[in-house]
């Protein structure tokens, strides 16, 4: 993983390091066909983020969040410990509806902007986002150019890190239009079996990420 913002000293940091993860995940009618594989992978991720805490020998405040969107954005659950977080059943996901994309993450970002650790150089943000398809349904970021700005300002910082997970041939547009990283951006195949390889690599992806913010990094350009 390529770090963006790291002491220059090389030395784990002496402040604790608070670390948000936000999981950002399409609730559209067509995921409904990996509807369990989306759930096995939410899980997963929580998993993942669990262990790494769970090892890490300065135990860095960590939290995570849940956001789907479908036609509206919901949240599911919000800046909870790992620890504290049972598994998500299969029930609680129910896809149907257009794709917010935009509203979904953007509100994911101004939300934590907006939180008491939103200004805190000793916190930093991490959103990922999975969609199967394209934007068509966002109300607040409707206008692009709003949702630009904003992941402008955010990634500015050098806090606040986006990685999205889209279908085959869309990288290339959103890499372009939000100038999002080009290593933060990746393909899927959109099928329950390319979605259980993708959470393989963003279990991987993420927990690189942890590890690094216990040296004091700051953000991604390659998750």
Known sequence: ??????????????VPQHTHIALVVDRSSSMGSHR???VDAINSNIEA????????????LTTVSLVTFGTDVRTEFWMQ?????????????????????????????????DSEYGNDLNSSFLVIAITDG???????????????????????????????MVPRGHREVLVRRFGIPEGNVSEWETTSQG???????TRSATSSYLKSRSSGVRSTRSF
Do not use: C
Request: proline fraction near 5%; hydrophobic fraction near 30%; aromatic fraction near 8%.
């Open 195 to 201: 979605l259980e390889r993708a959470t393989s690599t």
């Open 81 to 113: 410990s790992p620890n504290d977080l049972k598994p998500w059943d299969y029930g609680s996901y129910n896809p149907n509806g257009m794709t917010a994309l935009l509203d979904g993450v953007g509100k994911t970002l101004a939300r934590f902007r």
């Open 134 to 164: 394209e934007e068509n349904s966002s109300i607040e970021y409707k206008n692009t150019r709003k949702f630009g700005s904003l992941l402008e300002e955010m990634q500015g910082t050098e806090r606040y890190s986006v990685a999205l």
């Open 49 to 60: 983020i669990r262990s790494q805490v769970l090892s890490s020998a300065d135990h860095q």
């Open 36 to 38: 369990r594989a989306t």
């Open 1 to 14: 993983m390529e770090a963006s913002t790291q002491p220059s000293d090389g030395v784990a940091p002496a």
